[in-house]
């Protein structure tokens, strides 16, 4: 008899999956080419059938759209590309009857340059209050024409812009994103209202944008490399601000999820004590090449820096911001590195199709909650965006060398034969969905067993009425050499090869599911990953 699933508990969020939404590229519902709410709330079925314990939501807020929405002009108001609040309330009552939670995404960093407080703080001028919203400083040099500090960008380019009167206002994305002064108590209780605002509507969670990077040394003193602390990076005063958060989350029964790049694993674990985050994105394994040794390495460290605060480790594969995983693993660099992504790079797709297939059952039987892109369980593959389509403002300010992230953030196909996929628009979609995806629309991969899709439904169906799954103990197996075998409990076994040959099973009495046809000597393929019970 399988141990009741914590998904169905207050300590859902230990063990679940999510699925990113990411809303103008999920489902078109009034046909003007951009996703939206009413196209999600068609496909909930959809999501409830993949068998989704929660949905998060990328900014569905009122945004000029400039970096996808990451660029907030009001956080009470949904963008009318999307909807509206109203249909944003049913969404969640809707996916709630279905019995799947909504995490919404709040970008607490930045701003847009269209949200009220930056237009009046433009219109107020220097020295005055609504300035002190934001970082507004004179210049250097002898007319103020140099930036106040060399701080590098989280995107390329520089993190200052001048303003018509000669001051000069910091953003770490584009200018279009002024950057909070959290060190203000107005920017910290709008948040806080922010918090509440959405958790009254019934939200499970909040994902935290650029976590790590809302406090910002008080001198805005140059960057020096290697110089700790960072100047706008871990700073210790964050903690402070998420331990008021959590108190609010703690009232509603709600949950976080930071997005925390953080290489220190020490200071990664400190945004996870039990008065703080509940839960942060693990980008050490989401850029961890597919290598046995380093992807064993990742999980040990992974489990032993959230094991002393009690948080339990997410898993992640891919999102909006990276090279989707069925091509990131068809390539020689099987890695992820912002600073390398060009087109053109030679990709084996069946290649890296296998091993996502595998690498979908190591991470769904890993201790933890593991997140799923969307289309990540079509086996989606990265598009190469004509340039002159490219949206992503990555793109253009890399002076064009970079491609951005247009390429994982494709509209769905739907339906092989519709137009556009069935994606729902009745003009072209946002962006240009490639020409040979018929293959990989949810009702081609409906109707076949060996789809990806029928592998992520199957993986869910076991992981969430199996035990063993989710949150608790892992104890590595003796395995030939690029074999990754583990235990869970109740006899839960993952075995994945990462050989280039095939592997003898260890001894079983049930095989659950296997990512793979297995030899016709009944052994384990490279890059194939089953589940067993012992
Ligand atoms: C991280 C988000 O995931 C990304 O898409 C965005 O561009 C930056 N934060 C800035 O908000």
Same mark, same amino acid.
């Given at each position: ?12 969020? &230990? ?5 990113? $939404?990411?809303? &103008?590229?999920? *489902? ?37 759209? =400039? ?69 507004? /400083? ?48 107005? $920017? ?5 209202? =922010? ?10 969670? $909040? ?52 997005? $925390? ?11 996870? &004590? ?29 489990? *032993? ?29 099987? #890695? ?20 996502? /297939? ?37 793109? *253009? /300010?890399? #002076?064009?060398?970079?491609?951005? &992230? ?55 169906? =076991? ?72």
């Amino acid at each position: 008899m399988a141990a009741p699933h914590s998904s169905r508990t207050e300590d859902w969020w &230990r063990d679940a999956v999510i699925y990113q $939404v990411y809303p &103008r590229s999920f *489902a078109d519902g009034d046909g003007d080419g951009t996703g939206d709410l009413a196209g999600v709330r068609a496909r909930l079925p959809y999501l409830a059938e993949l068998g989704v314990d929660a949905v998060w939501f990328t900014p569905w807020y009122l945004s000029p759209l =400039v970096d996808g929405g990451y660029d907030v002009a009001d956080y009470r108001t949904i963008d009318p590309t999307f909807g509206t609040l109203a249909e944003a309330e049913k969404l969640i009552a809707e996916a709630r009857g279905l019995g799947v939670r909504v995490i919404v995404d709040i970008v607490p960093n930045h701003v847009s340059d269209q949200h009220a407080w930056f237009r009046a703080a433009l219109d107020a001028g220097p020295g005055s209050a609504e300035r002190e919203l934001f970082h507004f /400083r004179p210049g250097r040099g002898e007319h103020g024409e140099l930036p106040p500090n060399d701080w590098p960008s989280q995107f390329s380019g520089r993190t200052w812009t001048r303003v018509e009167d000669g001051e000069w206002y910091l953003h770490l994305f584009t200018p279009e994103q002024p950057d909070l002064n959290w060190a203000h108590p107005a $920017v910290r209780r709008e948040h806080e209202e =922010v918090l509440r605002f959405w958790f009254e509507r019934g939200v499970a969670g $909040v994902r935290i944008d650029s976590a790590a990077l809302l406090a910002k040394d008080p001198a805005l003193a140059d960057f020096e490399e290697g110089v700790d602390p960072h100047p706008y990076i871990d700073q210790d005063e964050l903690h402070d601000i998420y331990r008021s958060w959590r108190a609010i989350a703690d009232e509603y029964g709600g949950v976080f999820v930071g997005e $925390v790049w953080l290489p220190d694993s020490e200071r990664f674990a400190r945004y996870l &004590r039990p008065d703080e985050l509940h839960t942060a994105f693990n980008f050490n394994f989401l850029s961890c090449p597919w290598d046995p040794d380093r992807l064993r390495r990742t999980i040990d460290d992974t489990l *032993a820096e959230h094991a002393p605060v009690g948080a339990p480790a997410t898993w992640v594969l891919c999102n909006h911001d990276v090279t989707r995983t069925v091509t990131r693993y068809g390539r020689t660099d099987t #890695g992820f590195d912002f600073a390398t992504k060009t087109y053109g790079t030679p990709t084996d797709l069946g290649l890296g199709t296998r091993r996502a /297939r595998a690498a979908a059952l190591l991470t769904l039987a890993l201790p933890g909650s593991v997140y799923v892109y969307q289309g990540e369980e079509l086996g989606l593959p990265e598009a190469e965006i004509p340039l002159d389509r490219i949206q992503d403002p990555m793109h *253009a /300010r890399s #002076g064009g060398t970079d491609p951005g &992230r247009d390429g994982c953030r494709v509209p769905l196909p739907w339906s092989a034969e519709a137009p556009w996929y069935g994606f729902g628009a009745t003009t072209e979609p946002w962006l240009p969905q490639p020409g040979d995806w018929a293959e990989y629309a949810v009702d081609r991969q409906d109707t076949d067993p060996d789809s990806m899709l029928a592998l992520y439904r199957e993986a869910l169906l =076991v992981r969430r009425t199996g035990a063993g799954f989710g949150d608790g103990p892992l104890s590595w197996l003796p395995a030939p050499d690029g074999v990754l075998a583990f235990t869970r409990t109740d006899g839960l076994v993952c075995v994945v090869n990462l050989a280039a040959t095939p592997a003898d099973l260890p001894p079983h009495g049930e095989l659950l599911l296997a990512s793979g046809a297995l030899d016709a000597d009944g052994r384990l393929p490279s890059d194939t990953a089953v589940w067993l019970r012992s």
